[in-house]
């Protein structure tokens, strides 16, 4: 490691790497630009990463269970062309991340960003996939903030050392290959003897976990499941099969999904999944 740190970082053309174009050190608006508003109560501005993939599969979860209220307009929101930086995006997210939710909530809106946090918000409004006994939700709540505090150390640390870097650097990935593996582990020991994350009730620390570390199990994430070995983590595999059987994880996981064989880029109603292989990639 030759690099020496200057007494005061400055930002370089490129030091970004792969996402060089939208990272830069600042906050905040960088050009005005309405979003588009659909009829539905939810509107949803958004991209299929795994973030993106945990809320679209908590509403269409909410409404297989006939909750009409959770009906969603899901836009497109295209990272790499920076529209998490335009006026309206950033007046919902100041964070200008993917997700971000609006609910119309009868003509007194409400800002929703952090996946974690829509997730929490769903639940609670609509009584659904959060059990109210206090063991239970302790429980769901654990795994949930386990999740939103794990997943960057994946995604940031490894994913990004790993497949994005512009040269591959022995310490970062080995450091992090270290934490995922250990993160695996411990998922999977805790799904040794159960069927759900907290148990027999499949919850949003299922819709949570499942789009990062489920994916990842199943080699579609950065191409990285023999680097990983991830055919050692038993109870994970048995449990993304499982999950991979919903049918509202199966839609959830095309909506706003703009690259590959089989995409969605937006979604107004569950007209719009008609004629398209949902099992694609599994
Ligand atoms: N902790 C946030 C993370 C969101 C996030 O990192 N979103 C990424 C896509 S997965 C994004 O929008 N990146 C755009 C950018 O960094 O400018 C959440 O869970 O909602």
């Known amino acids: 490691m030759t690099y020496q740190p200057p007494k005061v970082w400055k930002m370089k053309e490129g030091n970004g790497g792969k996402f060089a174009g939208i990272n830069q050190p600042t906050a905040g608006a960088r050009e005005k630009k309405e979003l588009p508003q659909g009829d539905h109560p939810f509107q949803l501005y958004s991209l299929a990463t795994p973030n993106g993939v945990k809320v679209t599969i908590m509403l269409e979860e ?111 990935i080995d450091r992090f290959a270290m934490e995922t593996k250990r993160q695996l582990d411990v998922l999977d020991k805790n799904l040794l003897d159960r069927e759900y994350i907290i148990g027999d009730d499949y919850t949003i620390a299922d819709m949570a976990i499942f789009p990062w570390y489920g994916a990842l199990v199943k080699g579609k994430l950065y191409d990285a499941a023999e680097f990983l070995s991830v055919h050692e983590y038993k109870n994970i595999q048995r449990w993304a099969d499982n999950i ?39």
Do not use: C
């Open 244 to 282: 991979l059987k919903r049918e509202a994880v199966l839609k959830g996981r095309l909506v706003n999904r703009s690259w590959g064989e089989v995409q969605l880029e937006e979604r107004h109603s569950n007209n719009d999944f008609k004629g398209l292989d949902l099992s694609f990639d599994s």
């Open 62 to 172: 909410l409404l297989a269970l006939g909750i009409k209220e959770a009906e969603y307009d899901a836009f497109l929101i295209n990272i790499t062309e920076g529209d998490q930086f335009g006026s309206d995006f950033v007046d919902i997210n100041p964070n200008s991340k993917i997700p971000a939710l609006l609910d119309k909530n009868k003509g007194n809106p409400v800002k929703l960003f952090e996946s974690g946090s829509i997730l929490l918000y769903l639940a609670e409004k609509f009584k659904a996939f959060l059990p109210q006994d206090l063991h239970k939700k302790a429980e769901t709540m654990n795994w949930l903030f386990w999740q939103m505090g794990s997943a960057p150390y994946l995604g940031g640390g490894f994913g990004h050392f790993y497949a994005y870097a512009p040269e591959k650097m022995e310490y970062p």
